[in-house]
C-alpha cells in the first residue's frame, strides 16, 4: 500500500519508502528479498542498540522490558511517514511566512513527515500537548523525526485557520486556529492533516496556557541533543512569537502567567485557576531556555527582556505556590488548590534533561524541589493503593484522592514515567524506579494491556484510551540514567521484584 489518502480523499500521498521502492504496488518482492539479505545485520545492530541496557544487572528486569517494549506505539499508533511531493508543495507550506524557516524543505524532502495518533481511540495526529511527554523517545532515538515533526509545529504556529467552530465545552464559536499559537494537533486522518489543523473540538486550544511553552522548551531540548544550530536559528523567531502571545496571560505583570479559570491545559477536564504548578512551572522553565537560546545567538536585547521576566516570575511562583512542603496545585484559594499534583515539578524535569538545574542556573530551589518529590512519592505514591500503582494525578494533604475531577484521581502512565526521570535526576533513584515500577506492574502485568498502555486507570481497575502515546516518555527516565554525574551509588541498596538496581 504504498500510495494513501486521508478521509477527505483530497490528496494522494507517497510512503517514504517508496522513494526507494517505487510507488506502483508491485514492490513486496523486492521488499522481502531486501529483508531477508539485511535481516542479520539488522539483527546485529538491534543487539548492539539494546546490550547496554540488558546487561547492566544494576537496572531492574522490568525496567528492561518497558524501555524497549513500550515503543511498540511508534508503529502501532495508526502512524504515517510520508515523502514531500517533489512536483507541487502543499498548499501549507506555500503561505507568507514560511519562508523564513530556512531549513523547513530540506529537512522536509530528506527525511519525509512523520505523524503518529495521540491514541488509538484518540485519533487526533501529533497531539502537541501529549507529545511533550512522547517525544523523548523520538529526539533519542530518530532525531531526525523529531526536528521534521517540529518543523511542521512551527508551520502551523506561522499560518491559521479563520474558519468559525463552536467549541464543545463553552458552546462557545471561535476561529480553528490563530496565527503565532501552538496547534493542539496536526489534524484528524479522517480530513486532511497538515492542511486542516486542531481536529480537537472540547476546548478552544488558543487559550491553553502549555502547548507554546512545550513547543519553546521542545527546541531547545532539541538543540541540547543534537546540537543542531540551523534547527535553532529557524525556530527562533518561532519560539519568540509564540512566548509573545503567551505573555497575555501574565494579567498582573508579575513575570507568571495565570491560568483562566478552566481546563485549559493538557489537564484538560481538571479547572485551574491563577498561578499554577504545573503551567507556572512551565512557563518559567520557558523562560529560562529563552534566556540560554538568546544567549547561544546573541541575541542580548532578548536575553534582557526574557531575564528580567523570569526574576519576576521566580519571585511570584514562590510568593503564591510554595507552602512549605510542596507547590500548590493553584493559588485560586479554591477547596482543592492545595492539591499534591504528581506532575508539579514537570518544568524542572524539563530543565533537567536540558542541563539547566543545578548551580546558577538552577529557577526552582533544589531544596523545594526535592521537598515536593518527596511529597508526591509520600502521599501521591506511597499513599495511593498500597505505593503498587503509580502515582495518582492528585491528592489531598490528608491523604485522599483528589476527586474535583475525572482526570485528579487517575494514574496517567506517561506522566509517572516523567515523575520518575525527575526523581532519578535529583539523585532520588531509589524512589524514581519504585514510582515507575508500580505503572509497569499494573499495565502489563495485574490489568494485561501489554502492548496497548493506556493514557489512564484508576485504583478501581477502571482504565481510559488504550494505545496511548504518552508512555513514551519512559525514555527520559533512560536520559536521566545517562547523564554524566547521576550518583548510582546512592541505590545499590534498593530490591526489586525479580530484579536489582
Not at 109 to 115: L, Q, T, V
Not at 148 to 153: A, K, P, T
Request: with cysteine; glycine share 8%; hydrophobic share 40%.
Amino acid at each position: 500500500m504504498p500510495r494513501v489518502h486521508f478521509g477527505s480523499k483530497e490528496k494522494l500521498h507517497l510512503r517514504r519508502y517508496t522513494r526507494f521502492f517505487g510507488s506502483n504496488g508491485d514492490a513486496a518482492p523486492a521488499l522481502a528479498r531486501y529483508a531477508l539479505a539485511h535481516y542479520e545485520e539488522w539483527e546485529r545492530k538491534i543487539d548492539a542498540w539494546q546490550k547496554p541496557v540488558l546487561e547492566n544487572s544494576q537496572l531492574p528486569s522490568w525496567y528492561k522490558s518497558a524501555l524497549f517494549n513500550e515503543l511498540y506505539f511508534l508503529t502501532d499508533g495508526g502512524t504515517v511517514w510520508l515523502e514531500l511531493p517533489h512536483d507541487c508543495l502543499p498548499q501549507e507550506l506555500q503561505t507568507p511566512g514560511v519562508a523564513s524557516l530556512s531549513h523547513l524543505l530540506p529537512v522536509l524532502r530528506e527525511y519525509g513527515r512523520f505523524a503518529y495518533l495521540e491514541g488509538q481511540e484518540y485519533r487526533m495526529y501529533n497531539t502537541y500537548d501529549v507529545h511533550f511527554y512522547a517525544s523523548f523517545a523520538l529526539i533519542m532515538l530518530w532525531p531526525k523525526l523529531q526536528i521534521s515533526l517540529q518543523y511542521d509545529i512551527a508551520v502551523t504556529v506561522i499560518n491559521e485557520d479563520v474558519e468559525p467552530r463552536q467549541y464543545l465545552m463553552s458552546g462557545q464559536t471561535a476561529q480553528v486556529k490563530l496565527k503565532n499559537v501552538v496547534p493542539h494537533d496536526i489534524g484528524d486522518p479522517d480530513d486532511e492533516p497538515w492542511q486542516r489543523v486542531n481536529a480537537y473540538l472540547i476546548h478552544d486550544t488558543a487559550n491553553w496556557k502549555d502547548l507554546n511553552l512545550k513547543f519553546v522548551l521542545q527546541v531547545y531540548r532539541d538543540y541540547y541533543l543534537t546540537h543542531d544550530v540551523p534547527y535553532l536559528r529557524d525556530m527562533w523567531p518561532v519560539c519568540q512569537a509564540v512566548m509573545e502571545s503567551e505573555l497575555r496571560f501574565d494579567t498582573d505583570n508579575d513575570g507568571l502567567i495565570e491560568n483562566g479559570g478552566f481546563a485549559d491545559q493538557t489537564y484538560d477536564a481538571w479547572v485551574v485557576n491563577g498561578a499554577s504548578a504545573y503551567c507556572g512551572g512551565l512557563w518559567l522553565a520557558a523562560v529560562r531556555v529563552m534566556c540560554e537560546m538568546a544567549e547561544v545567538l546573541g541575541d542580548k536585547e532578548t536575553q534582557q527582556k526574557y531575564s528580567g521576566i523570569l526574576q519576576k516570575g521566580k519571585e511570584a511562583f514562590e510568593r503564591l505556590l510554595w507552602n512549605g512542603k510542596y507547590y500548590n496545585y493553584d493559588s485560586s484559594g479554591s477547596s482543592t488548590s492545595s492539591s499534591i499534583m504528581s506532575d508539579q515539578c514537570a518544568g524542572q524535569w524539563f530543565l533537567g534533561a536540558c542541563g539547566l538545574d543545578h548551580g546558577e542556573l538552577e529557577v526552582f530551589p533544589k531544596s523545594h524541589v526535592i521537598s515536593a518529590l518527596q511529597t508526591i512519592f509520600e502521599k501521591n505514591v506511597m499513599g495511593f493503593a498500597g505505593g503498587t500503582m503509580g502515582a495518582v494525578n492528585g491528592m489531598r494533604p490528608s491523604g485522599v484522592p483528589d476527586t474535583s475531577s475525572v482526570q485528579s484521581s487517575e494514574v496517567w502512565i506517561g506522566v509517572v514515567y516523567a515523575l520518575a526521570a525527575t526523581m532519578i535526576q535529583e539523585g532520588m533513584v531509589q524512589e524514581g524506579f519504585h514510582t515507575a515500577e508500580g505503572c509497569y506492574r499494573t499495565v502489563w502485568e495485574q490489568l494485561g494491556m501489554a502492548f496497548q498502555t493506556p493514557e489512564a486507570y484508576c485504583e478501581k481497575k477502571v482504565y481510559r484510551s488504550l494505545a496511548y502515546m504518552r508512555p513514551l516518555s519512559i525514555w527520559s527516565m533512560q536520559l536521566a540514567l545517562e547523564t554524566p554525574g547521576l550518583v548510582w551509588h546512592r541505590a545499590v541498596s534498593w530490591r526489586g521484584q525479580g530484579s536489582r538496581f
